[in-house]
């Protein structure tokens, strides 16, 4: 589906068509391991499932580069075990798919350097393609140009749909504008959870500190691994 010309949303994958650049935001890869320190065991599951999930549409669109925008490991302080492994694992899964992979680094992304290292994958605080600018969201942009387009993740937007008593919460990308930028908030590939309700939730990003409600909400249908247009977030309250 065509989120704004030029760009179109995939599952859960964001395709910058004239770059043939696919985008993929907040993996939180080592997640299973993190839980497993807060008492919570859970199967180890998600770095497959996701590569199971994502690789239908990366055999369609043909990308070039695969940029995955911030959150690609869980854990804050340190590197834990699973996401060494869960993360090369990751990079190489995707370098059959394209010739170059870009991460911009999230909040989570602590001694990242020293994953991406082991197979020469570039690291960025924020990335320009043209006037697109690709960063995280956790922080305002430090670069001066004022971008056409901003994408960011750091969101895990997310909206609960009701009817009668039955409520589902379901993963989504956000369209609105930032100033004189058009801004698409992308959703988690964390399949572990839907992410945060924004028609009820407190929201994090700096980006979105402030009325969201003309924001036009694309709700992703993992059953058909669509794009549903669900209008105005205010429709939805």
């Known amino acids: 589906m065509q989120l704004t010309p ?9 395709f910058l068509e004239s770059f043939k650049t696919a985008i993929i935001a907040d993996l939180h890869l ?15 599951f ?12 990366l055999v369609k669109l043909k990308p070039k580069r695969v940029v995955i925008n911030g959150d690609f490991k869980h854990e804050f302080g ?23 992979i870009v ?4 909040n989570h992304d602590v ?23 690709v960063a995280h969201g956790d922080e305002l942009p430090v670069t001066s140009p004022k971008p056409k387009i901003i994408i960011i993740g750091h969101e895990h937007p997310a909206v609960t749909l009701r009817s009668g ?19 698409i908030v992308q959703p988690s590939c964390n399949l572990a959870t839907e992410g945060t309700d924004v028609l009820r939730s407190e929201l994090l990003s700096p980006f979105l500190q402030r009325d969201i409600s003309e924001f036009q909400v694309f709700v992703v249908d993992e059953k058909a691994q669509e794009l549903l247009a669900f209008g105005a977030i205010h429709q939805l309250e």
């Open 6 to 14: 030029g760009i179109s949303a995939h599952d859960l994958v964001l």
């Open 78 to 100: 340190t590197v834990m075990k699973q996401e060494w492994r869960d993360t090369l694992r990751f990079i190489d899964f995707l370098s059959r798919h394209c010739g170059e």
């Open 103 to 106: 991460i911009v680094k999230g």
């Open 30 to 44: 080592g997640y299973e391991e993190a839980l497993k320190f807060e008492g919570v065991l859970v199967p180890r």
């Open 111 to 133: 001694f990242l350097g020293a994953i991406a290292s082991r197979r020469n994958v570039r690291v960025e605080k924020e990335l320009w393609l043209g006037d697109i600018l």
């Open 46 to 57: 998600l770095c497959k499932d996701l590569m199971k999930r994502i690789e239908p549409v």
């Open 165 to 183: 008593v039955r409520a589902e919460k379901y993963k989504c990308f956000l369209v609105g504008k930032w100033k004189r930028s058009v801004l």
